[in-house]
Structures are given as structure tokens and as C-alpha cells.
């Protein structure tokens, strides 16, 4: 008796030990003693759950460029020469005020999304338990959420692109309407002179404020579409480990376990399809003004004759890093273009990559 009772209190002190001494990697141990079979569910790696996705969006501009002091009314027109080019400037003036309120619904829609967006990322508790989703329905939906509101994002950002062109030409405007009164004033004398100098100064915020819209609007869509490429990369990386963790006779990809594969088919979220190996177009930026949009056109139109429900990435590529804003700089051009041409802002995503090999920048499109 006492020999037994030496070897049991022995027992408990060993396996107290090993229980002390375990670490987070033998959390699989604790999971076969809970009745799970062992290898069920591995863990998330700390890339994933401290990585992009565990990092907030950038913060957006908050500038609005609609200044007060320029809706009062106007002076009374000193001459027929001021009074036109007042009205060109008024005009101007519309229009930039047209696009400060769509800049500023546009942010709105960007915040809300990543809010949404957020929510889905949450609901994985990677930070948390840093284990693989529990439930194989709700990592699915948050998954397929999170991938919407990322396209939404996307969307808005092709849609600060089209303002950013427009405040461009405005900008453009504004620096020739600037120059005319500003030479208009030097030939003029008396009250139409003195009023031709307070329109100059007016003309002249404009196009600073014209000049700080375009920055802004700029800095946004790097800093935003940098964000959602990353978060795009990462779950990318969560769905594999997911799909490395399904056991055979699942879906493979889903995160499903344990369940036939027909009564998965109907639940699940669509799967991205991979996209091409060679591209649809290339397009190489070996000049500061490159005429694409002929044969961008044609390839399109072609492509979705045969198939309309293609979806397209747009790759800017480039030799070193240091050339990776300027590729998607690039891309990002091609991918106004296309919208232009008719392409649904959501089928279509942007990033960039590095290539040694190119011999100058280039834009590679291909399909899904």
C-alpha cells in the first residue's frame, strides 16, 4: 500500500509538472482532453493574428475645401472684360464646391464600409484565441463580408480617381483663368483695374485650393488602396490555413468540417476564382504619356464577348521597391480607364508587385 501510494502521488506531481510547463503551441493536448480529436483544429499563426489584419485603415482627409467667405454674393461687375471673366470664375468655383460634397459622401462611404469591415474581422477573435474559427457557418459569412465591404472600399476608390481627374482639369482651368486676369489687370485702369486685383486674389485661392484638393485626394487613395491590398493579402492567408486545417471528405477552402459536401455547396460564400497566368493586356510605361486606351478597349471587348462576367486585376509592376508607388500609381490610371470604358468599378481590383526582370514600368491586366 505504501509502495502504491508513493507511485500515485509521484504520478500527480510529474503530471502537475508537465502541466506547468506547457506552452501555447500544446494547446491541442488540452483540446483531445476536452473531447475534440487531436489535430481537429490547429492554430492561427501570429502573422495572421498580430499581422494586416489585426492593424486599423488608415485615417481619411478631413479637409472640406467649400470655404464660407466665397458664398457671399459677388461685387457689382466693374466692365464687360471683368464681368466675364468673374463669371468663368464663379463657374469654376461651382464645380470644385460640386466635388468637395462628393468627396466628402465618398469618405463617409469609405468609413462606413471599414466599419463593417472591422465587425466581419472581429468576429474571428484572432487576437483573442488565436485558434481557427469555431464555427464553420459564422467564419464563412464574416469571411464573405469582409471580402464585400473590401470591394466596396475598392469601389469608392475608383470613384475618388474620377474626382481626383476632374479637380485635375479644374486645377488646370483655374491656372489659365489666373494667368488672363492676371494679365487682363496689368492692361486695365480705374475701378475695372481695381476690381480685376480683387478677383485676382480670388482666382488665386482657388487655385491653391484646387492644388490642396488634388493632394489630399492623392494621399487617400495610397494610403487606402495600400490598406486594402494588405488586408486582401491576409485573408487570402487565413483562408489557406483554414483551407490546410480541412479535413478530407470537406470542402476544401471553406473552412468546413466535418459536414458532406452537399449540404455545403448551397452555404458557402463564392470562392474567388484564381486568376490568369498569362496576361489579358500589357501595357509598359516606358514613356511619360503612353497611348493604351485603343488597345485596352479591343482586348476588352473581346474578352467579355466571350465571357461577361469576367472579373480583372490590375498589377502595376516595377523593378525595385522604391518604384512601388509609381506602379500603382500606373494601375491605377489603367483602372480609371477602364472604368471609363464601362467596366464595373467592383470587378475590378489594384495592386502592385516587383519584377527584377522589366526592363521599365508596366501595367499587367489579367482576368478571373
Same mark, same amino acid.
Do not use: W
Given at each position: 500500500?505504501?509502495?502504491?501510494?508513493?507511485?500515485?502521488?509521484? $504520478?500527480?506531481?510529474?503530471?502537475?509538472?508537465? !502541466?506547468?510547463?506547457?506552452? *501555447?503551441?500544446?494547446? $491541442?493536448?488540452?483540446? /483531445?482532453?476536452?473531447?475534440?480529436?487531436?489535430?481537429?483544429?490547429?492554430? $492561427?499563426?501570429?502573422?495572421?493574428?498580430?499581422?494586416?489584419? *489585426?492593424?486599423?485603415?488608415?485615417?481619411?482627409?478631413?479637409?472640406?475645401?467649400?470655404?464660407?467667405?466665397?458664398?457671399?454674393?459677388?461685387?457689382?461687375?466693374? =466692365?464687360?472684360?471683368?464681368?466675364?471673366?468673374?463669371? =468663368?470664375?464663379?463657374?469654376?468655383?461651382?464645380?470644385?464646391?460640386?466635388?468637395?460634397?462628393? !468627396?466628402?459622401?465618398?469618405?463617409?462611404?469609405?468609413? !462606413?464600409?471599414?466599419?463593417?469591415?472591422?465587425?466581419?474581422?472581429?468576429?474571428?477573435?484572432?487576437?483573442?484565441?488565436?485558434? &481557427?474559427? &469555431?464555427?464553420?457557418?459564422?467564419?464563412?459569412?464574416?469571411?464573405?463580408?469582409?471580402?464585400?465591404?473590401?470591394?466596396?472600399?475598392?469601389?469608392?476608390?475608383?470613384? %475618388?480617381?474620377?474626382? /481626383?481627374?476632374?479637380?485635375?482639369?479644374?486645377?488646370?482651368? /483655374?491656372?489659365?483663368?489666373?494667368?488672363?486676369?492676371?494679365?487682363?489687370?496689368? #492692361?486695365?485702369?480705374? *475701378?475695372?483695374?481695381?476690381?480685376?486685383?480683387?478677383?485676382?486674389?480670388?482666382?488665386?485661392?482657388?487655385?491653391?485650393?484646387?492644388?490642396?484638393?488634388?493632394?489630399? $485626394?492623392? %494621399?487617400?487613395?495610397?494610403?487606402?488602396?495600400?490598406?486594402?491590398?494588405?488586408?486582401?493579402?491576409?485573408?487570402?492567408?487565413?483562408?489557406?490555413?483554414?483551407?490546410?486545417?480541412?479535413? *478530407?471528405?470537406?470542402?476544401?477552402?471553406?473552412?468546413?468540417?466535418?459536414?458532406?459536401?452537399?449540404?455545403?455547396?448551397?452555404?458557402?460564400?463564392?470562392?474567388?476564382?484564381?486568376? +490568369?497566368?498569362?496576361?489579358?493586356?500589357?501595357?509598359?510605361?516606358?514613356?511619360?504619356?503612353?497611348?493604351?486606351? #485603343?488597345?485596352?478597349?479591343?482586348?476588352?471587348?473581346?474578352?467579355? #464577348?466571350?465571357?461577361?462576367?469576367?472579373?480583372?486585376?490590375?498589377?502595376?509592376?516595377?523593378?525595385?521597391?522604391?518604384?512601388?508607388?509609381?506602379?500603382?500609381?500606373?494601375?491605377?490610371?489603367?483602372?480609371?480607364?477602364?472604368?471609363?470604358?464601362?467596366?464595373?468599378?467592383?470587378?475590378?481590383?489594384? +495592386?502592385?508587385?516587383?519584377?527584377?526582370?522589366?526592363?521599365?514600368?508596366?501595367?499587367? !491586366?489579367?482576368?478571373?
Amino acid at each position: 500500500m505504501t509502495v502504491k501510494r508513493s507511485i500515485s502521488f509521484f $504520478i500527480c506531481v510529474v503530471v502537475a509538472a508537465l !502541466l506547468m510547463g506547457c506552452s *501555447a503551441a500544446d494547446d $491541442i493536448v488540452f483540446k /483531445a482532453f476536452a473531447g475534440e480529436r487531436p489535430g481537429e483544429k490547429g492554430s $492561427i499563426p501570429d502573422a495572421i493574428a498580430t499581422g494586416p489584419l *489585426a492593424s486599423p485603415p488608415p485615417p481619411l482627409g478631413r479637409t472640406r475645401f467649400r470655404n464660407p467667405a466665397t458664398r457671399k454674393k459677388p461685387p457689382a461687375a466693374k =466692365g464687360a472684360t471683368e464681368a466675364r471673366l468673374r463669371a =468663368g470664375h464663379t463657374s469654376l468655383k461651382s464645380r470644385i464646391f460640386r466635388h468637395d460634397d462628393e !468627396l466628402e459622401r465618398l469618405r463617409r462611404s469609405v468609413a !462606413l464600409h471599414y466599419k463593417a469591415y472591422r465587425k466581419a474581422i472581429e468576429g474571428f477573435e484572432l487576437r483573442k484565441k488565436k485558434a &481557427l474559427p &469555431l464555427s464553420d457557418d459564422e467564419y464563412r459569412s464574416n469571411m464573405a463580408e469582409a471580402r464585400r465591404r473590401l470591394a466596396r472600399v475598392n469601389g469608392d476608390l475608383l470613384k %475618388l480617381n474620377m474626382i /481626383a481627374a476632374k479637380v485635375n482639369t479644374d486645377a488646370a482651368q /483655374a491656372s489659365q483663368l489666373q494667368q488672363e486676369v492676371r494679365a487682363t489687370r496689368a #492692361a486695365v485702369r480705374g *475701378a475695372e483695374g481695381t476690381a480685376l486685383t480683387v478677383l485676382e486674389k480670388e482666382v488665386n485661392a482657388t487655385v491653391s485650393t484646387t492644388h490642396r484638393m488634388l493632394a489630399e $485626394i492623392h %494621399l487617400d487613395i495610397s494610403g487606402q488602396s495600400t490598406y486594402t491590398n494588405e488586408q486582401s493579402r491576409g485573408l487570402d492567408q487565413l483562408a489557406a490555413v483554414v483551407a490546410a486545417e480541412t479535413p *478530407a471528405g470537406t470542402t476544401s477552402g471553406t473552412g468546413a468540417r466535418n459536414k458532406p459536401a452537399g449540404t455545403i455547396a448551397s452555404a458557402s460564400a463564392p470562392i474567388k476564382r484564381p486568376r +490568369s497566368s498569362r496576361p489579358l493586356v500589357r501595357i509598359r510605361f516606358a514613356a511619360s504619356k503612353v497611348a493604351y486606351e #485603343a488597345p485596352l478597349y479591343e482586348a476588352l471587348k473581346a474578352a467579355l #464577348a466571350k465571357r461577361p462576367g469576367l472579373e480583372f486585376e490590375v498589377v502595376g509592376v516595377t523593378r525595385t521597391p522604391a518604384g512601388r508607388g509609381s506602379a500603382l500609381s500606373n494601375a491605377q490610371q489603367v483602372m480609371f480607364s477602364m472604368a471609363e470604358m464601362g467596366v464595373p468599378p467592383d470587378r475590378i481590383s489594384v +495592386s502592385s508587385a516587383i519584377n527584377p526582370r522589366v526592363t521599365a514600368d508596366e501595367v499587367r !491586366l489579367y482576368v478571373r
